[in-house]
Each structure stands twice: as C-alpha cells, then as structure tokens.
T-cell receptor
Framework: AQSVTQLDSQVPVFEEAPVELRCNYS??????LFWYVQYPNQGLQLLLK??????LVESINGFEAEFNKSQTSFHLRKPSVHISDTAEYFC????????????FGQGTRLTINP | GAGVSQTPSNKVTEKGKYVELRCDPI?????LYWYRQSLGQGPEFLIY????????DSGLPNDRFFAVRPEGSVSTLKIQRTERGDSAVYLC??????????????FGPGTRLTVL
C-alpha cells in the first residue's frame, strides 16, 4: 500500500518570501507523484506532476517540485510567494500501473501574510 | 467546456436517514472516482468506475455505502443509515483512461454532507 506524509499542517510566510512544503511518500512499487492545490471555496486542481524524466518539474505559476527517489520525497518550493498563493496544498501518489486512484497526504495550509 | 458537477452542494440529514449524492463527470471521461474528505484531512479514495462497472471499491468503508453508474456517465453515491461519522465533503473526479499513460483527474466542487 502507498502512503503520503505532509510534515507541516500549516505554513505561514510573508509575501515575497520563499516557501517549501514538504512531502514524503512510502511505496513498494513505482508511483506517479502530484501536487494538488485547493484555493478557498474552489475544488482541487492539479498543480504539477512527476511521471518520468527530469526529476525537477515546474508549474505555470512559479512553483516547482523535485522528485528524490533515495529520500522518497517530493517537496514543493516557490522562491517568492504572492497573496494569491494562499491555499491548501495536497501531495498525492498513484500507481503507474493499474487503477490510478490517488492517495493523498493530509494537506498543508499555506497562509501568506502581507 | 463544463467541468465535473456535483449535486447537492450541501446536504444536511439526520442520523439514520438515507442520502444520495450525484456526480456528473466531464463528457467523454470513462473513469470516475469518488473520494471523501474529512475535516483537516486529505481526500480518501472510496470507489473507481471504469465505464459502468466498479473497477475498485476497496475504499468503501462498509456496506452502508454503495455507488452506481448505470449508463457510464452520471454516478450516484448512496449512503444508508447515515451516522455522524459520515459527515465530510464527498468529492467526485473524472478522467480519460489508458493502460500505460497517466490521465489527469478533474475534481468537482464536492458535496458537503452533515449528519446531525
């Protein structure tokens, strides 16, 4: 079975500061890795994904995540956050083969202070 | 185009009652997923449909929960004899399918179920 641990339930940062949201996973087989974002009063949206190839993946709004197989991590980073990044962020995994149900972490609430 | 829609957006019921939650997936998406998100937690998988059949129902917590997708499009999640512990946001997602490739799951806004 797969599991995902997000080490921080809440992360407060100041606007324009860098941020890192941590994610570790456990799986005996290869998985795909994802970050989903849930803005206030909106549904879950895919932010970025790692399927294969380069271990560093980027989103269109400046976030990036790096797959580290040896540490079984997929931390999310942004060098300079904006107020609009305030949201809940979920790390998730799915099997590469078979049913692609998502296994989510507990979520990290990112709060940006002016 | 239209995204995944879920109705109702909010449902308040009394302990012991029966409820139905509806999901309309994106047109053409053959895969449909139900998840449950309790307060302060990430979504948890309940059931996955490929077409009309339930391909994986391993996440259903007990036999009070049942889901159908009779025509391979709209799905209904049914909960019998509701309990206070069933209170959560129920999320539906849909995607295309392929044996060897990833297909992004698109989520609906959810139905918030409150059992009094």
């Amino acid at each position: 079975a797969q599991s995902v641990t997000q080490l921080d339930s809440q992360v407060p940062v100041f606007e324009e500061a860098p941020v890192e949201l941590r994610c570790n996973y456990s799986s005996s087989v290869s998985v795909y890795l994802f970050w989903y974002v849930q803005y206030p009063n909106q549904g879950l949206q895919l932010l970025l994904k790692y399927l294969s190839g380069s271990t560093l993946v980027e989103s269109i709004n400046g976030f990036e995540a790096e797959f580290n197989k040896s540490q079984t991590s997929f931390h999310l980073r942004k060098p300079s956050v904006h107020i609009s990044d305030t949201a809940e962020y979920f790390c998730a995994v799915s099997l590469i083969q078979g049913a692609q149900k998502l296994v989510f972490g507990q979520g990290t609430r990112l709060t940006i202070n002016p | 185009g239209a995204g995944v829609s879920q109705t109702p957006s909010n449902k308040v019921t009394e302990k012991g009652k029966y409820v139905e939650l509806r999901c309309d997936p994106i047109s053409g998406h053959t895969a449909l997923y139900w998840y449950r998100q309790s307060l302060g937690q990430g979504p948890e998988f309940l059931i996955y449909f490929q077409g009309t059949g339930a391909a994986d129902d391993s996440g259903l917590p007990n036999d009070r929960f049942f889901a159908v997708r009779p025509e391979g499009s709209v799905s209904t999640l049914k909960i019998q004899r509701t309990e206070r512990g069933d209170s959560a946001v129920y999320l539906c997602a849909s995607s295309l399918t392929g044996l060897t490739s990833f297909h992004e799951q698109f989520f609906g806004p959810g139905t918030r179920l409150t059992v009094l």
